[in-house]
C-alpha cells in the first residue's frame, strides 16, 4: 500500500524548490496526519515519511504507541490547551503553535529531564482574523525573547497557517510577512519558517518555508 499522493506531494516541493532558486532538500515535509490511522501512517513511513504533525493530544497518544517501533518525530501543530502541556511536553519532538509565555513557561517546566529541549516555534497570526490563534507580529520579539530564556525549548522559528486564500499573490503576500517577522528577529539559530499547505505550498516555499504541512494532498480529504 504506497500513497500516490505522498510521492506527488514530494515532486511538488521539488518544483516549487527549483522555482525558488533554493537547493534540493532545502523544504521539510510534515504529514499533517490528523484522522489518520496508524496503519496508514505506518504506510508513508515505509516510503520514507519520518515528520508526522497531530492536533489534538488524545488522538495522538495512542497512535504514537502503536507506532514506537518506527523511528517518527512527532510535531504538535494544533491550538494548545493548558491541561495538555504536560503530554505535549513528554511526547512530542516539536510545538509549532506557542502563542503564549505562560504556555511556553508550563511546557519548559514539564519537559522530561531525559529529553532534549522541545523545538519550539511561534505560532503568528498574520492575516489579524480575531477567532484565530497567534500573536500578532508586533508581539513576536518580546515572546522570542521569554522563550529564549527558557530551558526546557528551543526555538527555531516561527509558523503560521494564513487564511485560505485563492489569489497566489495574496498568499505569497501573507507568507512574506512571516518571513519578515523571522528576519526582524535577527538570530541566526531560528532557522524554521513553517507555513504552506496542501493548497498553498508553492507560495510559501517562494516566500522561504522551511517545513510545509500537508495534509489533503498526500492523504486524502478528511471527513
Ligand atoms: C490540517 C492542518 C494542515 C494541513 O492542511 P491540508 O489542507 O490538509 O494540507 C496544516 N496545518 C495545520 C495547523 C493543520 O491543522
Redesign the pocket.
Given at each position: 500500500m504506497t500513497s500516490p499522493g505522498l510521492d506527488a506531494v514530494l515532486a511538488r516541493i521539488r518544483a516549487a524548490e527549483t522555482a525558488a532558486g533554493r537547493p534540493a532538500g532545502a523544504v521539510a515535509l510534515l504529514a499533517?496526519s490528523?484522522q489518520q490511522t496508524p496503519a496508514t501512517l505506518r504506510a508513508t513511513a515505509a516510503q520514507g515519511q519520518r515528520d508526522y504533525?497531530e492536533?489534538y493530544v488524545q488522538e495522538a497518544l495512542p497512535k504514537m504507541a502503536a507506532l514506537v517501533d518506527l523511528d517518527l518525530s512527532w510535531h504538535f501543530?494544533?491550538r494548545i490547551q493548558r491541561n495538555k502541556t504536560r503530554d505535549i511536553a513528554a511526547h512530542f519532538d516539536w510545538v509549532?503553535?506557542v502563542d503564549r509565555l505562560d504556555i511556553a513557561q508550563r511546557l519548559s517546566a514539564q519537559r522530561p529531564a531525559s529529553r532534549a529541549p522541545l523545538q519550539t516555534l511561534i505560532e503568528v497570526n498574520v492575516s489579524g482574523e480575531a477567532s484565530k490563534g497567534g500573536v500578532a507580529p508586533a508581539a513576536v520579539p518580546a515572546l522570542a525573547l521569554a522563550i529564549g530564556t527558557l530551558p526546557g525549548l528551543r526555538l527555531r522559528g516561527l509558523m503560521s497557517?494564513p487564511a485560505p486564500e485563492d489569489d497566489p499573490r495574496r498568499q505569497r503576500a501573507a507568507f512574506a510577512e512571516l518571513r519578515q517577522a523571522l528576519e526582524a528577529l535577527a538570530d541566526p539559530t531560528l532557522d524554521t519558517l513553517s507555513m504552506g499547505?496542501?493548497?498553498d505550498l508553492e507560495a510559501a516555499i517562494a516566500e522561504g518555508a522551511t517545513i510545509v504541512?500537508?495534509?489533503?494532498?498526500i492523504f486524502g480529504a478528511?471527513s
Open positions: 499533517a490528523k504533525g492536533n501543530i494544533g509549532h503553535t497557517l499547505t496542501s493548497a504541512r500537508v495534509g489533503t494532498a478528511r
